[in-house]
């Protein structure tokens, strides 16, 4: 069952050979230059809408990052103001 490293070769050659020749790829609107065709304009929406999409999901990173970023300066400074107060003391309640 141990194929020789030729066999694998030769089958990935006839394997590339076979998809490179495929009549279908070259089949789309967007290939032949029939720029007004309904299927083209579908491309279009789909490639925005994914694009819009992406740019949503980068939006909220930044936001949060911005909050995260506003909330530990906050933090920082309620942290500072507090070094000059005095301690708590343990019998209080």
């Known amino acids: 069952m141990k194929r020789s ?3 694998i070769i030769a089958a990935a050659a006839l ?6 020749s495929a ?3 070259s089949a789309c609107s967007a290939c032949f ?8 304009f579908s ?4 490639a925005f809408t994914l694009i819009g999409v992406v740019l949503v999901v980068f939006a909220g ?4 990052a911005i909050h995260m970023n506003r909330r ?3 933090s920082n400074a309620g942290l500072s103001a507090l070094e000059g107060a005095p301690e708590p003391s343990a019998t209080a309640k």
């Open 23 to 25: 009549a279908d790829a």
């Open 5 to 7: 490293r030729r066999q």
């Open 43 to 46: 491309y279009y929406v789909g």
């Open 61 to 64: 990173i930044v936001s949060f």
């Open 15 to 20: 394997l590339a050979v076979w998809l490179a």
């Open 72 to 74: 530990a300066a906050q």
């Open 33 to 40: 230059g029939k720029s007004n065709d309904a299927m083209f």
